[in-house]
């Protein structure tokens, strides 16, 4: 794999002067974490890989030292530092639009806040020189019309969004404390093949015929492919100008829902919907939805965050990053659409 348009020993050979040879993956099982130990271990990095469960360990990746630990109990990640040069932090609980009373606050506080913590504790300890910490989009917030820069942070944000925000204020405070390399990013929605969540949920009922007919509103949302995330966090692992900063990870452009819909149809070789539900009439709906859920206290799909999620804007603007290490994306959303419905097939198509 390439970053940045050099191969990553040669990248890493002008990196500024620094070099992983041994790095810790939280989250190695995961969607963006399986594909960043991939391209660590391809390139000659040793690598250990920390996943809550060992039922999702890759057979792949027998080269890689495989822990199963909980990084939000202190005593599981004490040591698990040892040995590494570079921690690439990309464990997390996202799951950010379920009800209080399935995924509360406090979970999110307990795995982004505590477990963070529990981490820089057991790098400082160990020597670890760098610390990447992948955060979320979600420590920003949203705003329905505007394009956010990392600096634009919004202050009413759910309860994932400041838990990782607060997350970020410890690793750049335990940076400048331990004199340790650390950066934040933030990445936006992140695609590709094999990808899992709302994206493979969206494909699904397209594929299905259950997808609205969405109207095209104008809205404005970033994505990220998920290689050229991990060329972001490799990138900024290496590159002095990246420490201590917080960056936003997009592929440079913002897609509205619509054009979402139409490129998964198309790939899914799927008619469009004849008919287009009014943004009205999906708001209204999505507030009875809202009442049924509270009182039901079950998780209904169609709420105002779930409509918020298709009909408003979470645009955010990747200049930052552009700008300090000379990022730039190889990967667009329409050109990918069809890897990815090819993938979801092959997977089964769930």
Not at 143 to 170: K, Q
Not at 304 to 312: E, M
Not at 330 to 347: F, G, H, N, P
């Amino acid at each position: 794999m390439d970053v940045l348009g050099f191969s990553l020993p040669i990248f890493f050979a002008l990196g500024l002067e620094v070099v992983v040879t041994k790095a810790l993956v939280t989250g190695s099982t995961g969607f963006i974490g399986s594909r960043l130990v991939r391209v660590l271990v391809e390139s000659g990095v040793e690598v250990r890989g920390l996943s809550r469960s060992s039922s999702l360990f890759d057979n792949w990746a027998s080269s890689v030292d495989q822990i199963q630990a909980d990084i939000s109990v202190r005593e599981s990640v004490a040591n698990i530092a040892d040995g590494c040069d570079t921690i690439f932090h990309c464990a997390g609980y996202a799951h950010t639009r379920l009800p209080s009373h399935i995924a509360g606050d406090s979970l999110h506080h307990r795995v982004s806040v505590d477990g963070t913590r529990f981490l820089l504790s057991a790098a400082k300890m160990a020597g670890v020189k760098r610390f990447i910490f992948l955060s979320s989009i979600k420590a920003t917030g949203d705003h329905p019309t505007r394009c956010l820069s990392e600096h634009d942070l919004v202050e009413s944000i759910d309860g994932y969004g400041s838990a990782r925000r607060t997350a970020e204020a410890l690793v750049l405070r335990s940076g400048r404390d331990a004199g340790m390399h650390v950066c934040n990013l933030r990445p936006a929605l992140v695609y590709g093949p094999g990808v899992k969540g709302n994206l493979a949920k969206m494909i699904a009922a397209i594929d299905r015929g259950r997808f609205p007919g969405v109207p095209e509103t104008g809205n404005r949302r970033s994505m990220v492919h998920v290689d050229d995330l991990v060329q972001a966090m490799l990138a900024v692992s290496t590159m002095s100008s990246a420490n201590n900063q917080t960056y936003h990870v997009t592929d440079g452009y913002a897609y509205s829902t619509r054009q979402i819909y139409e490129w998964m149809s198309l790939a899914l070789g799927r008619p469009l919907a004849k008919v287009m539900l009014p943004a009205l009439l999906l708001r209204t709906a999505a507030r009875f939805g809202d009442v049924a859920q509270r009182v039901l206290k079950i998780n209904i799909p169609l709420t105002s965050a779930t409509v918020a999620g298709l009909l408003d804007s979470a645009c955010y603007s990747n200049d930052h990053l552009c700008k300090d290490i000379g990022f730039q994306p190889q990967y667009d959303l329409e050109t990918s659409m069809e890897k990815i419905v090819s993938a979801w097939r092959a997977a089964g198509s769930v």
